[in-house]
């Protein structure tokens, strides 16, 4: 190996040593502050029970919720155990630590990076009795637009969707592509929970044509919050 590479490959390792200890201390600080922070919230739960009578009988569910209210979910469904999928892009690795922190477990992927083997492992789950999470607008965007992931995964498993919302008047808003909402201290916070809802399709493919109905669903459940 030549000096020139022997240089460029210590200057990768020790950026990459560099970005480890960058995650390390974001995942540090982030659980803490979240931690002090959730403590404070006050948060009510719209129409839960559907849902939970599923789980308790040992039936997965599939939880859907848009990926800018994701922070007060993560914390009211601490250590229930519900896997999520977390994306490989960028910040994917802080809030894939920091779920686990929290008592979840993951699958990395995403939609547009290594698709085909989330949507197997999230099925893999399902058949083993266990409950998923997605973020069908994320990692990227746009906003508040159904990605097929869930919908895919659900029709291969049987397993229902549950849509979730989360709605405060008192939060900030990161000037991110979703809008990310950070609830204040001491706000007032509802999730509201749709009813369960199965995706009637005979294949994935007409499985993966059902956003729109989907995305109805979720602005349903966010008018119920406010109910």
Not at 16 to 24: E, G, H, N, Q, S
Not at 184 to 209: L, N, Q
Request: glycine share 8%; charged share 25%; hydrophobic share 45%.
């Amino acid at each position: 190996m030549s000096d020139a590479a022997v240089r460029e490959a210590a200057a990768s390792d020790a950026a990459a040593r560099r970005r480890a200890r960058r995650v390390a201390l974001a995942v540090r600080l982030g659980g803490v502050v979240l931690r002090l922070l959730a403590r404070t919230w006050r948060i009510r739960e719209v129409n839960r029970a559907p849902s939970q009578a599923l789980r308790d009988a040992g039936r997965p569910v599939i939880f859907t919720l848009w990926h800018g209210e994701m922070l007060a979910l993560l914390w009211h469904h601490r250590r229930e155990g519900i896997t999520v999928l977390i994306s490989e892009h960028g910040d994917g690795e802080i809030i894939a630590r920091v779920a686990e922190s929290l008592g979840f477990r993951t699958v990395r992927g995403s939609t547009s990076r290594g698709a085909d083997r989330a949507l197997l492992g999230m099925s893999r789950v399902v058949q083993q009795g266990g409950d998923l999470a997605f973020t069908p607008d994320g990692p990227r965007g746009p906003a508040r637009v159904f990605a097929p992931g869930a919908l895919i995964v659900a029709q291969r498993s049987g397993a229902p969707i549950v849509t979730l919302a989360v709605t405060t008047r008192r939060c900030w808003r990161l000037r991110s592509w979703d809008r990310f909402m950070i609830p204040k201290p001491f706000a007032r916070i509802a999730i509201a929970y749709g009813a369960p809802a199965p995706v009637d399709a005979p294949t994935p493919r007409e499985a993966a044509a059902l956003g729109a109905p989907f995305e109805a669903l979720m602005t349903e459940t966010a008018r119920s919050a406010h109910g």
